[in-house]
């Protein structure tokens, strides 16, 4: 009996697709969705960098407006930064004044898509706090050791006077392309050897280019250097005059109208704190011995301080200068053979008035050390490179001044300087200081960054 031969797969391949093709359509919906949500992150994340880089604007312009009019007050409302057809960038700045000695901006930055929108699409909001800084005389001096940075060491602020020579190298800077400085150089560093009429100015022809700079280190600034005939890597506008530059005597200190004066007599060890010690030292105290101060512990100082021996602050210690004291800068005489060293966030804080204090070592190679009214020929050569300042690890003492007196000042990885002085100079690692405190004669005001937040 014949019948009709049905194949067994007959109507097989519907019954996958009906099962198949739904799977198929929500896996290419989560794709496309995935899709949509990663532009739109992207466009979010793109609209958020525009707002960043207008609240960096807005920092910028700010901080300029301000060096021009200390009393500009903010933008008035938004400055557009970009337009394009799809987005728009714009900043607003707002100015606080805390105190004569600081200031704080508000800088928003807004970004809108698209571009014709009331709303802003994001905004970032960051806190720039500003300090006074002064330039004017001089607020880096060396004598006939001279000057020497290295790696990214940095002067950003304050004239520079020299009695010997500099060497700059890798990407050492002195000066701003937007805040040149006045470099001066006297070439005070003959005869080489040193002999008994050390130092005396050289000769033409005996150190001729007392300023050496090499790979990516720059001056912008006035530069006025004896016998000097290279402007490489010099501007703004650079060299000016070769010559004509007359030695100065470092600035001046009464050390025995110090020592005279002296009244409360401690020890070392009682002068030392450590942990969450407070303690204070009297004006005009003389402390025998060696001092230390460490892991977070704090002194108040009220006045001249006379230290016999060595003086380390370290791990975050604080020095204070009182504010009973005004605007009269306290002394703080060092005569031991390792001097001031200053390391691991140590702070030497100024008082309200604005005032900090001097760091004076008076050790040297000479016979007459500590006690010796002047050191020259080959005592004073071979002082020159003895190191009895060193400030190191984010150390920092804004508006107050480090005077290495007949030997050199080592400042590495350092925070805020009010300003220098040392027969020799050196600047190495990333030490980036913002010099701001004069030393002697008339200045001019200034505003430089003292921090940066943002805001949420």
């Known amino acids: 009996m014949r019948g009709h031969f049905k194949s067994p797969s007959s109507g097989s391949v519907l019954l996958p697709l009906i099962i198949v093709l739904p799977f198929l359509m929500l896996i290419a919906t989560y794709y496309m969705n995935l899709s949509i949500s990663s532009l739109r992150l992207a466009h979010q994340d793109r609209l958020h960098t525009s707002s960043q880089l207008g609240a960096d604007a807005g920092a910028d312009y700010a901080l300029e407006q301000i060096n021009q009019a200390s009393d500009w ?16 960038t714009t900043y607003e700045v707002s100015v606080t004044n805390n105190s004569p000695s600081s200031k704080t901006l508000t800088a928003i930055g807004r970004s809108y898509r698209p571009a014709g929108v009331s709303s802003p699409t994001t905004s970032v909001t960051i806190k720039v706090d500003l300090r ?17 940075m290295s790696n990214s060491s940095k002067i950003t602020g304050g004239d520079v006077f020299i009695n010997g020579e500099i060497t700059m190298s890798n990407s050492a800077q002195i000066g701003l392309s937007t805040n040149p400085v006045n470099i001066s150089v006297a070439n005070q560093i003959c005869p080489i050897p040193a002999d008994a009429t050390y130092p005396r100015l050289c000769n033409s022809g005996e150190n001729n280019n007392p300023i050496a700079i090499n790979n990516s280190a720059h001056i912008y600034g006035n530069v006025k250097a004896n016998h ?90 604080k020095m204070l200068v009182a504010d009973s004291v005004g605007t009269t800068r306290p002394v703080i005489m060092v005569d031991g053979s390792s001097g001031a060293i200053f390391s691991n966030s140590a702070k030497l804080i100024s008082n309200a008035s604005g005032t900090g204090a001097e760091i004076i070592t008076y050790w040297s190679k000479a016979s007459c050390s500590p006690d ?17 300042i060193s400030i190191s690890d984010s150390a920092e003492g804004a508006q107050s001044i480090f005077y290495a007196r007949w030997t050199q000042l080592n400042l590495a990885n350092s925070g805020q300087i009010g300003a220098v002085v040392g027969q020799t100079i050196q600047m190495s690692n990333t030490a980036t200081v913002t010099f701001g405190t004069a030393i002697g004669g008339s200045s001019t005001s200034g505003w430089v960054i003292d921090g940066y937040r943002r805001s949420f």
Not at 133 to 148: A, D, F, K, N, P
Not at 252 to 273: E, L, M, N, P
């Open 73 to 88: 007050s903010g933008t008035n409302g938004e400055v557009e930064l970009l337009n394009q057809s799809d987005s728009r």
């Open 132 to 148: 006074p800084v002064e330039s004017g005389t001089y607020s880096v001096v060396s004598g006939q050791g001279g000057l020497i």
């Open 228 to 317: 000097q005939s290279s402007g490489s890597s010099m501007s703004n506008p650079g060299l000016v005059a070769s010559s004509g530059v007359v030695p100065a005597p470092l600035p001046s200190h009464d050390r025995d109208a110090q020592k005279a004066a002296v009244t409360t007599t401690i020890t070392g060890s009682t002068a030392s704190c450590s942990g969450s010690q407070i303690k204070s030292w009297a004006g005009n105290s003389k402390i025998t011995g060696t001092v230390n101060l460490s892991n977070s512990c704090q002194v108040t100082i009220n006045g001249n301080v006379w230290i016999s021996g060595n003086f380390y602050i370290s791990n975050s210690a």
């Open 372 to 388: 010796c009214a002047d050191v020259t020929g080959t005592d004073l050569n071979d002082s020159r490179d003895e190191t009895t």
